[in-house]
């Protein structure tokens, strides 16, 4: 009993960054300890009914019927695991040593279509990277570090713990962290681009968009306003913008780099990733692990285009 109401007080980010669990991802092999928070995942939603139905909801809400009931159980099976494989990730990202992490992404990443990267660095000129709650991003920014690509990402920081060690740990590479909570973001993310560095900012945060009244985009086949900050981003530093995604595969992770058109003040950043990154979603469901709230974020959002319509 005494579980079941510690738990509730907390959301599943915050469950599976407990203390303990955070003094092991320093110790544990990888195999067990991506097992263990495993066994724990399954253990906060065992108890979590109405967050489970939340999952359940808005994997249906977008994948409709493309699937039988069967196929629809296994894809939600899969998802499970690969919300908790983000927080292996994000555990293994920020507590593991810097040198075991790096060299563990050395042996385990790939890249397609790193011509768009090389030619940013030959030129010294700086670009926008946008990416996604998707695959193993937390070891994005990292990676791109360690192969002297130069990036700076704005992030959201869970607890002031993580928030710490990860400003730490970057601190000791070339890699440059903005919080997304602080003030003057778009300022710094500009400065970033204009001092040669690749600007990596998430596109799926549908809670921190801010809405444009005139133009809207489709996303999963419905109208939305457009999120006004990738392309204020992009107006002001004309800068090269791709998708990059890293995805889990077989035998470790690719960073796919996908180059965005976007030459004029009439394109939509936005829209450009999500025409993307939807092609992913629909593929790979199980590897977006911004699921539990989503339909309820998204359908806020329709109805606020369709206000702006009247």
Not at 106 to 111: H, L
Request: glycine share 4%; charged share 25%.
């Amino acid at each position: 009993m005494k579980f079941r109401l510690s738990s509730e007080r907390k959301d599943l980010s915050k469950f599976l960054q407990a203390e303990p669990n955070t003094f092991l991802a320093r110790f544990l092999p990888f195999s067990v300890y991506r097992h263990y928070l495993s066994l724990l995942g399954f253990c906060y939603f065992s108890i979590r009914r109405q967050e489970r139905k939340r999952l359940s909801k808005s994997l249906r809400f977008v994948l409709g019927r493309r699937f039988s009931r069967m196929k629809f159980r296994h894809i939600l099976y899969k998802t499970y695991f690969g919300i908790f494989e983000h927080y292996y990730e994000k555990m293994i990202n920020a507590y593991r040593s810097l040198p075991k992490v790096t060299a563990y992404l050395k042996d385990n990443v790939s890249i397609s279509n790193k011509d768009w990267l090389d030619e940013l660095n030959e030129t010294k000129r700086g670009g926008i990277l946008v990416t996604a709650h998707f695959g193993a991003v937390e070891y994005l920014p990292l990676y791109l570090s360690v192969k002297n690509y130069r990036p700076t990402m704005i992030v959201r920081f869970k607890t002031d713990k993580l928030r710490n060690i990860l400003t730490y740990k970057s601190g000791l590479v070339d890699l440059e962290l903005i919080d997304a909570d602080n003030e003057n973001v778009i300022y710094k993310a500009l400065t970033a681009i204009r001092n040669g560095r690749i600007l990596i900012t998430l596109c799926d945060e549908v809670k921190n968009w801010r809405p444009c009244k005139t133009k809207t985009m489709f996303i999963f086949g419905q109208p939305v306003p457009c999120d006004r900050t990738l392309d204020i981003l992009f107006r002001r530093s004309k800068a090269p913008c791709c998708l990059g995604l890293m995805q889990r595969v077989k035998n470790g992770y690719n960073l796919s780099i996908d180059p965005l058109d976007g030459k004029d003040d009439d394109t939509s950043l936005t829209e450009a990733a999500w025409s993307i990154l939807e092609r992913y979603i629909y593929r790979y469901p199980e590897q977006w692990y911004q699921w539990p709230n989503f339909e309820t974020e998204y359908t806020r959002y329709v109805m606020l285009s369709e206000s702006y319509a009247n």
